[in-house]
Each structure stands twice: as C-alpha cells, then as structure tokens.
C-alpha cells in the first residue's frame, strides 16, 4: 500500500506540476486566448497520459479522486485503498503547486494555476460542466483500461480525453475533472472560492459514468 500511495501522489504531482505550470508558461507568453487555451489542453493531456502509464502497474494509475470513487463503486478497489489513494492524490498535486509558487512567481497572475469559473456561467452551471466533462474523462478510463477487453494503450486514451475536455470546458471552469488537481493549487494560492463546485461536479460525473459503463456495459453484479 506505501508504493501504492507514492505512485498515486508522484503521478498527481507530475499532473498537477505540468497541468498548473502550463496555464502559468500560457500567461506569460501569450496571456488568455486560443493560443493558452491549446497550450494548456496538451500539457494537461500528455501529462496525464504520462502519469497514467507510469503508475498504472503500480497503483492502477488513478491520479484522480473521482476515479477512484468510480472504482471503489464498481467494486475494482476497496474502501480503505480509495482513502489511501486520495489522500496521496491532494498530497501530490499541493506539493507540486507549492513548488510552482516557489519557483514561478509571475504564476501569481493565474493563481498558479488553481481552476477557477468565469463569470459567464452560474455555479450551477458549472457543475454540470464539470460533471459532464468528468463523465467523459472517466468513461474512458474504463473503456481503456479497466475493462479486460480494453486496448494496451496505456494511458494514451485517457490523456486524448482530458485534451478534448479542457478545449470545451476550460474557458469556463478550468476543466479540472479532479478535485486533486483543483485543491491542491487552491490550497497554496489561498484561492479556495467554489473549490465544491469541483469535488460535487467530478464525483458526480465519475459516479454516473461507473453507473454507465460498469453496471450497464460490464454488468458487475
């Protein structure tokens, strides 16, 4: 359970230190816009595609509470390892925003890199974004990686949907799909406004897609 824990934690940190630091590399170089809003839905999804694939023979590469959650309801990890893996999560995306503090301070501008809503859209609708992108990001997961049918492709298709995801969604929320992600910068920049919004809109996308996929299409009983 201890690599376990330091795969999860190590992977969220690589997740969290490219994903947080792209949006500061997007500011400074070219400030919001299609340009960022590219630069940031790569960096999100190849350093996801990286962290899954180096831990998946570890820890089964969570990196992410909300998959967790759907793992734990669909009977593919038990209770205390879900615990265990989301502690390790938050605990490996705050030291990687705490490094980007240190070591970026114009990151300050982008609240190092902390999700955050745009005022054009209700908190309401903001969950729903994120539980939609989440449903995504998760169902993929399973079609992935979780179902024994599943393509060896490692971590390769769950990144390409955090890349779609962050296309759609990150003008308006961020598109965290993972609370980890979202707390941890939250957490150091001391910009914890609608951090919620975060853990109701992911849990609740990542619950429905194990609904969908692991009781409709793997029909777990």
């Known amino acids: 359970m201890g690599q376990k824990a330091v795969a999860e934690a190590v992977g969220t940190f690589v997740l969290t230190f490219v994903g947080a630091g792209s949006a500061v590399a997007a500011y400074s170089m070219a400030g919001s816009g299609a340009q960022g809003l590219i630069v940031a839905a790569l960096a999100n999804g190849l350093a996801l595609a990286v962290a899954v694939s180096a831990t998946m023979n ?3 590469g ?3 509470p909300a998959v967790s959650l759907a793992l734990l309801l669909t ?10 893996y989301i502690v ?3 605990v490996g995306a705050t030291v990687a925003a705490a490094l980007l503090r240190v070591s970026l301070p114009a990151g300050r501008a982008v609240l190092w890199g902390t999700p955050t809503i745009s005022p054009s859209i209700s908190l309401t609708q903001a969950v729903v974004i994120e539980a939609a992108m989440t449903f995504i990001l998760v169902f993929a997961v399973f079609g992935t990686a979780v179902d024994e049918r599943a393509p060896k492709i490692g971590g390769f298709g769950i990144g390409l949907a955090v890349t779609a995801d962050v296309l759609i969604g990150g003008p308006f929320t961020g598109a965290a799909m993972n609370p980890a992600r979202e707390i941890g910068p939250a957490i150091v920049s001391g910009f914890l406004s609608n951090w919620y919004v975060y853990w109701i809109g992911d849990l609740l996308g990542a619950a429905l897609a ?3 996929y692991g009781y409709l299409i793997l029909r777990i009983r």
């Open 58 to 60: 570890v820890s089964g």
């Open 62 to 64: 969570n990196i992410n």
């Open 75 to 84: 009977k593919k990890i038990q209770a205390r390892t879900a615990m265990v």
């Open 88 to 90: 390790a999560q938050i």
């Open 210 to 212: 194990a609904l969908v």
